[in-house]
């Protein structure tokens, strides 16, 4: 079964950037859709960017647009998040998540379109 290694996170002054990077931990050509969901405690897993699996699409959570980028390596399964400006409510798990199948042309932005996770990383922002 397919794991999604992630990498990045830890303790990031307000105002500052931060790299999130999430890797397949094989090849598989069956990878469309993945993204970057966050959650903070007694709230709901949101999406915070997705793409698609030919990397034409993007999608972006409006707490976060204009101040991140997610790219896509396809060739190795790896897909990274890169957030400025950071702000205290940044401040959250983040977790990784792929989908399996489906069209190449979708970036999912619901927990449901995702079958695939990984164990999160914790993202403090200091102020």
């Known amino acids: 079964q397919v794991q999604l290694v992630e990498l990045g996170g830890g303790l990031v002054q307000a105002g500052g950037s931060l790299r999130l990077s999430c890797t397949a931990s094989?090849?598989?050509?069956?990878?469309?859709?993945m993204a970057w969901f966050r959650q903070v405690p007694g709230k709901e897993r949101d999406v915070v960017v997705a793409?698609?699996?030919?990397?034409?699409?993007?999608y972006y959570a409006d707490s976060v647009k204009g101040r991140s980028t997610i790219s896509r390596e396809n060739a190795k399964n790896t897909v990274t998040l890169l957030m400025n400006n950071l702000k205290a409510e940044d401040t959250a798990v983040y977790y990784c998540?792929?989908?399996?199948?489906?069209?190449?042309?979708?970036?999912?932005?619901?927990?449901?379109?995702?079958?695939?996770w990984g164990q999160g990383t914790q993202v403090t922002v200091s102020s």
């Open positions: 998540a792929a989908r399996r199948g489906g069209s190449v042309w979708y970036a999912g932005r619901i927990e449901e379109d995702y079958d695939t």
């Open positions: 094989e090849p598989t050509s069956s990878i469309t859709s």
């Open positions: 793409v698609s699996g030919n990397g034409m699409n993007t």
